[in-house]
Nanobody
Framework: QVHLSESGGGSVQAGGSLRLSCVAS????????MGWVRQAPGKERVGVAG???????TYADSVKGRFVISRDHAKNTLSLQMNDLKPEDTAMYYC??????????????????WGQGTQVTVSS
């Protein structure tokens, strides 16, 4: 069973930075896609960034140039460096994953495995 565990959320003022981390375990294959999905209060989950097994990355337009996703295969970890944070980035952030590739799609429906989430709050 795949298990994902996030850390690194918190509260920050607009313009600040945070780094989210996710540790993965239980994979039976080296080929799997990972990503970050967020859910703001009263809104649906939306994909933020994703990274394929070959290192190909995809970003939502709203975070391009501000967020950087990275993964370490050896340590089974996923990170999201978030810079120049804005109040609209406030959300619960989830680490998500699935076997194979999702072709660069960021939507939450492309993932079958989820972490418990970590809260990010950005004040103006």
């Amino acid at each position: 069973q795949v298990h994902l565990s996030e850390s690194g959320g918190g509260s920050v003022q607009a313009g600040g930075s945070l780094r989210l981390s996710c540790v993965a375990s239980g994979y039976t294959s080296d080929s799997y896609v990972m990503g970050w999905v967020r859910q703001a209060p009263g809104k649906e989950r939306v994909g933020v960034a994703g990274v394929e097994s070959d290192g190909t990355t995809t970003y939502a337009d709203s975070v391009k140039g501000r967020f950087v996703i990275s993964r370490d295969h050896a340590k089974n970890t996923l990170s999201l460096q978030m810079n120049d944070l804005k109040p609209e980035d406030t959300a619960m952030y989830y680490c998500a994953a699935d076997y194979g590739s999702n072709g660069g799609n960021l939507g939450p429906d492309w993932y079958n495995y989820w972490g418990q989430g970590t809260q990010v709050t950005v004040s103006s």
